[in-house]
């Protein structure tokens, strides 16, 4: 069978693309492969989510305070104070860009040029482009993208195009994004959706509202507190509550727009946490007022768990997964007027009719089952062998 590696950021912390990197890790070692993961940062001890015993994890900076590490985290850590280790192979348009130096890149590129297994997958844009520049002939290299090319800015599209052009092949979280890439890089483009391998929770609901993910600008938190502002004295009336689950460089401000408007009484923000399922399933309405939102997984997970979700038009993920009115609600895109609209009609909708909508949730998540997702995985790996070899 097929060995595989993923080049991860980092598979120690919590995030959507470790998620749903774990998980199809997860299927692969399952179904008998071999599978590495490369993780280029780590921050504790153990990885977020829990993979399979036989999957092999290497760090190249591992930030736990040991006598061996030491070395790393120093060299690594003096990029902030001169520029002598700033990085120059890795792209300018890297998000993270703060968190490398010179002498994680080149650990990087070793990393990735020593790969011997058969396939080797990034997993974000910058080092989907290292692994197409670097990594072995005799590997397939297949650059996995979690977001929207026209997500990213205009100049770093460009590279991205340039540099995929020397990939074996693209996967897509959706349809949409298949043929976007497909006609900026003519190269093979699959789509590999994210999966949802998770229980269903069989607990009462409450008059709950959720939203989670990185408080960031692009998740649109500061969407759903306007939305809510509007329908305010509704869900107080209702003994409606909001939940937001997350952390990051905006949750000051969100708070502080929460005390402002007066909303604290209804309103609450919470680290992350291991126990979304539960949360979710405890809740009635998931909200994903994303800006911009390649896949979605939280979209499946709250299906998973009888919530009704309403996010918004405009987005790939969003749009693949929720037909608006059938199995969830999509508001007109980053219109938080819309948004509102949209959660009064769902908590003033018949328990009918909200049965209705979170069957058609069941019957979408369905199809993004563990074997379906493995299934296409494999398919994009045996289809672009058969195009090598003929």
Request: hydrophobic share 35%.
């Amino acid at each position: 069978m097929k060995s595989i590696t993923f080049l991860m950021h980092n598979i120690f912390a919590m995030g959507g693309t470790v998620k749903a990197v774990t998980q199809l890790a997860n299927v692969l070692a399952d179904k008998g492969h071999d599978v590495e993961i490369i993780s280029v940062f780590q921050g504790s001890k153990s990885p977020y989510f829990k993979l399979h015993n036989k999957i092999k994890v290497t760090s190249l900076i591992d930030y736990n305070l040991r006598p061996k590490n030491i070395l790393n985290i120093t060299i690594n850590r003096l990029r902030r104070w001169t520029p002598l280790f700033k990085p120059t192979i890795l792209s300018s348009y890297e998000p993270g860009l703060n968190q490398f130096s010179s002498y994680v890149e080149k650990k990087i590129v070793r990393a990735i040029s020593e790969v011997d297994t058969d396939i080797l997958v990034g997993t974000r844009a910058s080092y989907n482009i290292l692994i197409a520049d670097h990594a072995p002939s005799s590997v397939m290299t297949i650059g996995m993208e979690h977001m929207n090319l026209h997500a990213h800015p205009t100049s770093y599209q460009k590279e991205i195009i340039e540099a995929y052009k020397d990939l074996d092949c693209i996967t897509t979280l959706t349809n949409t994004d298949r043929k976007v890439y497909e006609k900026a890089t003519h190269v093979p483009v699959y789509t590999v959706p994210n999966m949802i391998n998770e229980s269903r929770i069989e607990i009462p609901k409450k008059p709950q509202i959720i939203a989670a993910g990185r408080l960031e600008y692009e998740k649109g938190f500061d969407l759903l507190l306007q939305s809510v502002e509007l329908i305010q004295e509704s869900l107080r009336e209702m003994n409606y509550s909001l939940k937001i689950y997350g952390d990051g460089q905006q949750r000051n401000d969100l708070e502080d727009y929460i005390q402002q408007h007066q909303l604290n009484d209804i309103v609450s923000i919470h680290p992350s946490t291991m126990h979304l399922p539960l949360r979710l399933a405890e809740s009635t309405i998931t909200v994903v007022p994303s800006r911009n939102e390649g896949f979605g997984l939280i979209i499946l997970e709250a299906m998973n768990q009888g919530d009704i979700v309403v996010s918004f038009k405009g987005n790939a993920g969003p749009e693949t997964l929720i037909r608006s009115g059938y199995n969830g609600y999509l508001a007109k895109q980053q219109n938080f007027e819309d948004l509102a609209d949209d959660i009064s009609n769902v908590i003033s909708a018949p328990p009918s009719e909200q049965g209705k909508i979170i069957e058609r949730g069941f019957e979408t998540v369905a199809q993004y089952s563990p074997d379906r997702v493995y299934h296409d995985f494999m398919k994009a790996v045996d289809s672009q062998q058969e195009t090598q070899i003929s």
